[in-house]
């Protein structure tokens, strides 16, 4: 079973809409987990932390949950600039390595 | 700030020449780097990480080797280059407050 696993989709969605991205991981010894946003061609860069609580930042919430060792990502009001491919990231609570999904695409539509 | 360089952002060569690839940080010390490697519709795959000077940890067998002359120099190499090493490399540092990972721009390899 691999370390993280993501729907690759791609979902594609009009303006507007809302998307659920979802997402597993293996170890549950995991400590540390993210959200990374990486456009076409470009680096993966950070979107957001996830903690235990859930947590929002603007129209982004990320939810964890511990006992079925299960992360979301919610977009709500979908632009066009959303469009990218989201990257669910875990850390376990030894080693330096983090474990990266293979993302999930997005294209958001006129 | 913490900033990763990576030079250059493209790079052909042909199967059997040697690849040089240097990262280097700026805004933070003893930094733990990482070397990754992203093919063409696949995830991130981790090849190296180091915690230190001269400190290499391979995470998978290949062709490449890397070293850390330098607190803040990380450099991936190649004696003899595949068709399959084709891909997109993103050199990586580990912020230690909050373990969130941070990339420079990426070298995009093409194996001929």
């Known amino acids: 079973r691999k370390e993280v696993e993501q729907d690759p989709g791609p979902f594609n969605v009009p303006e507007g809409a809302t998307v659920a991205f979802n997402c597993t991981y293996s170890n549950s010894a995991s400590q540390s987990f993210f959200w990374y946003r990486q456009d076409c061609r470009k680096e993966p860069k950070l979107l957001m932390s996830?903690?235990?609580s859930g947590n929002e930042d603007g129209r982004f919430t990320a939810q964890l949950n511990r006992a079925s060792q299960y992360i979301s990502l919610l977009i709500r009001d979908s632009k066009l600039s959303d469009s990218a491919t989201y990257l669910c990231?875990?850390?376990?609570?030894?080693?330096?390595?983090?474990?990266f999904g293979k993302g999930t695409s997005l294209l958001v539509t006129p | 700030s913490q900033t990763i360089h990576q030079w250059p952002a493209t790079l052909v060569q042909p199967v059997g020449s040697p690849l040089s690839l240097e990262c280097t940080v700026e805004?933070?010390?003893?930094?733990?780097l990482y070397w990754y490697r992203q093919a063409a519709g696949r995830g991130l795959q981790l090849l190296f990480y180091s915690v230190g000077i001269g400190q290499i940890s391979s995470e998978v067998p290949q062709n490449l080797s890397a070293s850390r002359p330098q607190d803040r120099q990380f450099i991936l190499s190649s004696k003899k280059l595949l068709l399959s090493d084709s891909g997109f490399y993103l050199c990586?540092?580990?912020?230690?407050?909050?373990?969130?990972?941070?990339f420079g721009p990426g070298t995009r390899l093409t194996v001929l």
């Open positions: 990586a540092g580990l912020r230690a407050s909050d373990n969130e990972q941070f």
């Open positions: 990231v875990v850390k376990g609570s030894s080693g330096y390595a983090l474990n």
């Open positions: 805004g933070t010390s003893n930094p733990n």
């Open positions: 996830v903690y235990s």
